[in-house]
């Protein structure tokens, strides 16, 4: 009995460790399997991330469904282990089809962008409730336009993005009357009942100017709805406002405060943010310099999280160029030596570039130019340049820093140039691309001649108020949206050489 006993707890041990064996192994295969599957599958999906980056599924929608079918085909044949080749091909499919579908969306954004802006803005005040039929109507000439555009039919999508862009903007305008001054009116009549235009009287009467202005830019300006929405707006922020001080005062008049108690208190919610940031907020001079100090602290904060994000952006591509290189290696063992040195001028080629890109940004301080990367392209917001309202002149107070960006366009040699017109969005749709064209290409031109530039090596290209990076909603976000980018677009063989330069 004690035989078959320790027989028995043996036979059990033996199956336990070989069922964890077996186990390890089927986990080990899923593992390979699922690296195997990552790799082959790699650059179908980073072109579908690239098309949904660009909108392509609502954009290009069926090419972008024909390509996401063949990804779908892929993944069902891998799943069931059938033939890597015939894995491939649908790979291949959706890989063409998924960058076809991105060139369309390019297209599309920038042919029908003032369809698509026209239809944003309907949606943001809601016109799909408050104009209902209207909106209907347009979606109805946003799927024809887009399907036109999709089929290489240019010009019929045109005109039916045109009708789009009309009914939307008159759904948007019915919204906004409907939204903003309505509620507006009664506000300014609830301000007026709580005593504001006793204790707030400048704030309710900047409330009803605002209010006044909106309603006659809808009137005589019925398809530009950008500058009214945005009165409205903020007549009914003042409207608020007014209510608020007012009842803030009666309640101070209430208790008898002092003027002094209510300054210290207005100071505190400045110190707490000033605390937030580790600094001392002091008042003996009044309130602009904490106010600046902070503003600065925001604004370094903002580009170490940029600069930190291009960074990381490197990192992780750096990891996969390593991980996918040490693979190579791995299969490829008689050509190491080859493979190493290719790996070393890749990532001496990243590195080269970090390093042009922070001469490029010690060039411009703050106030001139914004210096950010997107992948290899190098990006300069010139925050600094400054047009007259209306023009496409280059003053002579920007010429010095037009200078330093040829300077900056040097670092690169051979680079391609393109400079981005963009505007805010108050004013016509149509009159502000035509503004961003003309004056992007007046930065054209004028690095064209004082460089020598081939007209090969430098585009212009206006995208008037279809790109904001900012809310066009204050004068700040406006101020910040009319602007000049210039790209540079390295040459990728002169990346390469640099780099090889260094092991020679």
Same mark, same amino acid.
């Given at each position: 009995m004690v035989f078959d006993t320790e027989v028995d707890m043996n036979f059990r041990s033996f199956s336990l460790l070989s069922g964890l064996a077996i186990l390890l192994l089927l986990m080990s295969g899923a593992a390979v399997s699922m690296d195997i599957k990552e790799r082959l599958f790699a650059d179908a999906t980073a072109a579908r991330d690239d098309a949904n980056e660009l909108d392509a599924v609502n954009l290009a929608p069926d090419t972008y469904a024909r390509a996401a079918r063949a990804y779908r085909s892929a993944e069902k044949k891998f799943s069931e282990a059938r033939a890597l080749d015939s894995v491939q091909r649908d790979l291949d499919k959706s890989i063409k089809g998924f960058e076809q579908s991105q060139m369309i969306a390019e297209i599309a954004q920038q042919r029908l962008g003032?369809?698509?802006?026209?239809?944003?803005?309907?949606?943001?005040?809601?016109?799909?409730?408050?104009? !209902?039929?209207?909106?209907?109507?347009?979606?109805?000439?946003?799927?024809?336009? +887009?399907?036109?555009? #999709? &089929?290489? $039919?240019?010009?019929?999508?045109?005109?039916?993005?045109?009708?789009?862009?009309?009914?939307?903007?008159?759904?948007?305008?019915?919204?906004?009357?409907?939204?903003?001054?309505?509620?507006?009116?009664?506000?300014?009549a609830q301000a007026e009942k709580q005593s504001a235009r006793r204790y707030a009287p400048e704030t309710l009467a900047k409330a009803k100017n605002l209010l006044a202005r909106a309603e006659v830019e809808l009137t005589e300006n019925r398809y530009d709805t950008d500058l009214p929405r945005s009165l409205a707006r903020e007549a009914k922020y003042e409207a608020r406002h007014a209510i608020y001080l007012a009842n803030y005062l009666k309640e101070a008049k209430m208790k008898n405060r002092t003027t002094e108690s209510m300054i210290l208190e207005w100071e505190q919610p400045l110190q707490q943010v000033a605390?937030?940031?580790?600094?001392? !907020?002091?008042?003996?001079?009044?309130?602009?310099?904490?106010?600046?100090?902070? +503003?600065?602290?925001? #604004? &370094?904060? $903002?580009?170490?999280?940029?600069?930190?994000?291009?960074?990381?952006?490197?990192?992780?591509?750096?990891?996969?160029?390593?991980?996918?290189?040490?693979?190579?290696?791995?299969?490829?063992?008689?050509?190491?030596?080859?493979?190493?040195?290719?790996?070393?001028?890749?990532?001496?080629?990243?590195?080269?570039?970090?390093?042009?890109?922070?001469?490029?940004?010690?060039?411009?301080?703050?106030?001139?130019?914004?210096?950010?990367?997107?992948?290899?392209?190098?990006?300069?917001?010139?925050?600094g340049l400054s047009f007259a309202s209306g023009s496409a002149d280059i003053d002579a107070a920007n010429f010095q820093l037009l200078t330093k960006v040829q300077d900056a366009i040097r670092v690169f040699d051979d680079s391609a140039v393109i400079i981005e017109g963009h505007t805010d969005s108050h004013g016509a749709d149509e009159s502000n691309l035509t503004l961003s064209e003309q004056r992007a290409e007046s930065v054209r031109q004028y690095l064209m001649v004082q460089m020598n530039l081939g007209d090969e090596r430098v585009n212009a290209i206006g995208y008037g108020e279809t790109r904001p990076v900012a809310n066009n909603e204050t004068p700040q976000g406006r101020a910040k949206n009319r602007r000049i980018d210039v790209r540079i677009v390295p040459n990728p063989e002169n990346l390469t050489d640099l780099a090889a330069a260094t092991f020679q």
């Open positions: 003032t369809m698509l802006k026209a239809r944003v803005d309907a949606k943001q005040v809601d016109a799909d409730q408050y104009s !209902a039929r209207d909106w209907k109507r347009a979606e109805t000439y946003y799927r024809d336009a +887009i399907a036109q555009l #999709e &089929d290489g $039919r240019g010009s019929t999508a045109m005109r039916q993005a045109e009708s789009a862009t009309k009914i939307f903007r008159d759904a948007e305008l019915t919204a906004i009357k409907t939204i903003y001054l309505a509620e507006t009116g009664m506000l300014i605390a937030a940031a580790d600094m001392n !907020a002091e008042f003996h001079e009044g309130f602009a310099g904490p106010t600046q100090a902070v +503003i600065e602290y925001i #604004e &370094d904060q $903002r580009a170490a999280a940029q600069e930190l994000g291009q960074v990381v952006a490197d990192r992780d591509a750096e990891i996969f160029t390593l991980n996918d290189e040490i693979s190579r290696l791995t299969e490829e063992l008689g050509g190491a030596a080859s493979e190493q040195e290719f790996l070393q001028q890749r990532l001496a080629a990243q590195e080269q570039l970090r390093q042009k890109v922070k001469q490029i940004e010690s060039t411009f301080d703050r106030a001139e130019a914004e210096v950010f990367r997107d992948s290899n392209e190098i990006y300069i917001r010139l925050v």
